[in-house]
């Protein structure tokens, strides 16, 4: 019996795929939390420059912050530390990086429990506030 929502049907004008077919777009948070809520890699761009990833990779599935160049402010990989170390307990298993793009990078893993709404909306805001945004 297939589901009738939105997510599921990826050939509805609801979700899109990316160019090289390897994740879905979401086209809202809303949507970004379901797809990660159903093991979807997936990402969403919150504006230019700055877009959610959820992926599964070798350590397993994690979601990530990313920041191009263009969208970085002056001094960010100082303020985001400084931000995960005054508030070590609750930044515990973020992890701060520049890729090999030189993409501005907050990662965090998620854990099998974690795999709730609410969980994923504090992990999404845990990894926006790292940088100094917050969800409106």
């Known amino acids: 019996m ?6 599921h049907n990826v050939d509805s004008e609801h979700c899109k795929f990316s160019v090289d077919n390897s994740h879905y777009i979401a086209e809202s948070l809303e ?13 969403y761009k ?13 350590l397993g599935w994690g979601i ?3 920041l191009h160049p263009s969208a ?17 307990e609750h930044h515990d298993g973020y992890f701060l ?3 090999g793009h030189r993409n501005f990078v907050v990662w965090y893993e998620l854990k099998r429990s974690e795999f ?3 969980n994923i909306n504090r992990i999404i805001s845990r990894l926006l ?3 100094g945004f917050e969800l409106s």
């Open 31 to 43: 949507m970004m939390v379901e797809l990660i809520l159903n093991r979807k890699a997936s990402s």
């Open 116 to 118: 709730k709404g609410a």
């Open 46 to 58: 919150l504006k230019q420059g700055v877009e959610i990833l959820f992926r599964r990779d070798e």
């Open 64 to 66: 990530s912050l990313s």
């Open 129 to 131: 506030g790292l940088v």
């Open 97 to 99: 990086c520049i890729d």
């Open 2 to 7: 297939t589901q009738k929502y939105m997510l």
């Open 72 to 88: 970085q402010s002056p001094h960010l990989l100082e303020s985001a530390l400084k931000r995960r170390f005054i508030d070590a």
